[in-house]
């Protein structure tokens, strides 16, 4: 199978591009597309990066070409890492969700059309462009909703049973669970889907509430704020050790965040989490991820059947995603969920072309 990825020389695209041929994730008959934007730096880096990856790894590196119009991206699992990121604090002011997607809208309609008109019909998106929500709704709007996921919600999902293993003493592989709503503040921790190997359900639950403490996600949105309004007035090192001090939930949001205004930002996890499900497209395998999907009412939150972009737990194989695994939902998870499904729908009501056809 052939991977292209849009943005190849930006942060977060450098690193996939650099992962998926480090891992041999593709074979030296497939091909590796790296699309930048005709002229100015973006060329230039690209053919550089081309030259770079032949260098490090040619005993196992697969075909690798530079493309630079839309039109000419052709392959089978198309990365969205394209457009404008938020600068961190020491870089300027950063840009609210609505500045980008006002500025990263333009880059994945181009896209989307142009994949629309010369692609084969059957490619899988990954989108990893900030807002995510927005990238699938547009992507899914001209390719069909089954072919298009974003990655946000898995990779936050990881950043949670990373803390949740951390406040247990256990390795991240122990821990299962889910992340679900939008990629940002808008995060729902579904702390009902926990597991942890080797603990049966008292054990589970008890661990659970031991370091989830006594709070319910009805507040979780306030604490956020409250959190970056804190960590803000300190220092880098001093925020990060007050990040250790708070709930795992609550550092799944402050942790890259504070990690983003830090300037090192988080291209090598963002960049991990993709490859996770670039590595399970590739290998044709069905398995149960976290990601942005544009739903058609297959869930139903707060009572309302849900029709929109949205992070779910789905099933992701070769051929997209095939259909949501959500279990019933706590109280809380389901109010806060309904609360940010809302909030996604009004952030793209003023794209109405991004809307998903029944």
């Known amino acids: 199978m052939d991977v292209a990825v849009l943005g190849a020389t930006g942060d977060v695209g450098r690193q996939v591009c650099t992962q998926l041929v480090e891992r041999a994730l593709l074979p030296t008959s497939s091909r590796l597309q790296l699309v930048g934007r005709a002229g100015g730096a973006s060329e230039r880096a690209a053919h550089g990066l081309r030259a770079d990856l032949i260098d490090a790894y040619d005993e196992h590196a697969p075909i690798i070409d530079v493309a630079l119009d839309p039109n000419d991206v052709v392959a089978d699992v198309v990365v969205v890492a394209a457009g404008r990121t938020s600068p961190p604090a020491s870089d300027g002011m950063p840009l609210t969700r609505a500045e980008l997607a006002a500025d990263n809208h ?41 072919r298009v996921i974003g ?171 095939s259909r949501v695994l959500l279990d019933e939902l706590a109280p809380d998870e389901d109010r806060r969920l309904a609360d940010v499904a809302r909030s996604i729908a009004a952030t793209l009501a003023p794209w109405s072309d991004t809307a998903v056809p029944a």
């Not at 899988?124 to 909703?145: F, I, T």
């Not at 992340?179 to 054990?203: C, K, Q």
């Open 151 to 321: 990655m946000g919600a898995w990779l936050d999902t990881l950043r949670f049973r990373r803390e949740v293993a951390v406040s247990l003493g256990v390795r991240r592989h122990r821990v299962g669970g889910f992340v679900a709503g939008e990629h940002g503040d808008g995060v729902v921790p579904l702390w009902s889907t926990v597991r942890i190997s080797g603990r049966d359900v008292p054990e589970r639950e008890r661990a659970v509430a031991a370091v989830r403490g006594p709070r319910t996600l009805d507040g979780f949105g306030d604490e956020i704020a409250a959190a970056k309004a804190q960590l803000a007035a300190l220092d880098t090192a001093e925020a990060f050790r007050l990040i250790d001090t708070w709930p795992p939930d609550l550092r799944v949001v402050a942790r890259p965040w504070m990690t983003h205004q830090s300037g090192a930002k988080t291209a090598t996890g963002t960049a991990n989490a993709t490859i996770d499900l670039l590595d399970t497209i590739l290998d044709g395998r069905d398995i149960v991820v976290a990601g942005q999907v544009a739903l058609d009412g297959e869930i139903s939150v707060g009572g309302a059947p849900v029709h929109g972009v949205l992070g779910v737990p789905v099933v992701l194989g070769q051929e997209g995603w």
């Open 106 to 146: 333009a880059v994945f309609a181009a896209y989307a059309e142009a994949l629309a008109a010369h692609g084969s019909g059957s490619e899988v998106v990954v989108v990893v462009s900030n807002p995510v929500e927005l990238g699938v709704a547009v992507m899914a709007n001209r390719l069909g909703r089954h």
